[in-house]
Antibody
């Protein structure tokens, strides 16, 4: 079955860290870029980070640069998001998403054709 | 404040047609492909339209997409109560080097 399953979300104190995981199955994982998109409670979608199929190129939203790191293990068909220096406004459901398409120069022609169910990160003292 | 601008809500009666607009600029919609997503209550987003006007397998032709200059539009015909959801547009912004989404539009089928 083609699917993405996120895990690792938790309640964490401000300033804390977590590692989110996304297990992929049913498709050739290494052939696709992968992304993280988050959604704060009652709010819209916000792109967080993206990574090329090889893992050689990564992209992060300005709001998380220096605090979040995206990575992947193609041997394990798993995507990761290391989140640190967490703030209250990082509270959200974090979705991983498969992204067909490609990047050329500074532009990525991505769309998200497969999404996981999400994992909830709550930042609170 | 989202980079892409969508109306917060739209509504129409069952069987009717509705359009949802997505307005951007030359750094995003004007020079990149647009995709559209449907998010039913309590579920993950689902791809409806990619590359401005292409439908993935399994998406009915009641859903259509178009783009003109720095704006894009999602059209839904033959509205059903099951279409009640939040709809988001998205694209790459070359100035920000980031994926950007609209703020979302809540569709109500009266």
């Amino acid at each position: 079955e083609v699917q993405l399953v996120e895990s690792g979300g938790d309640l964490v104190q401000p300033g804390g860290s977590l590692r989110l995981s996304c297990a992929a199955s049913g498709f050739t994982f290494s052939s696709y870029a992968m992304n993280w998109v988050r959604q704060a409670p009652g709010k819209g979608l916000e792109w967080v980070s993206g990574i090329s199929g090889s893992g050689g190129n990564t992209y992060h939203a300005d709001s998380v640069k220096g605090r979040f790191t995206i990575s992947r293990d193609n041997a394990k068909n798993t995507l990761y998001l290391q989140v640190s220096s967490l703030r209250a406004d990082d509270t959200a459901v974090y979705y991983c998403a498969k992204a067909p398409g490609y990047c050329s120069g500074a532009t990525c022609y991505w769309y998200f054709d497969l999404w996981g169910r999400g994992t909830l990160v709550t930042v609170s003292s | 404040q989202s980079v892409l601008t969508q109306p917060p809500s739209v509504s129409a009666a069952p069987g009717q047609k509705v359009t949802i607009s997505c307005s951007g600029s030359s750094s995003n919609i004007g020079n990149n492909y647009v995709s559209w997503y449907q998010q039913l209550p309590g579920t993950a987003p689902k791809l409806l339209i990619y590359d401005n006007n292409k439908r993935p397998s399994g998406i009915p032709d009641r859903f259509s997409g178009s783009k003109s200059d720095t704006s894009a539009t999602l059209g839904i015909t033959g509205l059903q109560t099951g279409d009640e959801a939040d709809y988001y547009c998205g694209t790459w912004d070359s100035r920000l080097s980031a994926v950007v989404f609209g703020g979302g539009t809540k569709l109500t089928v009266l």
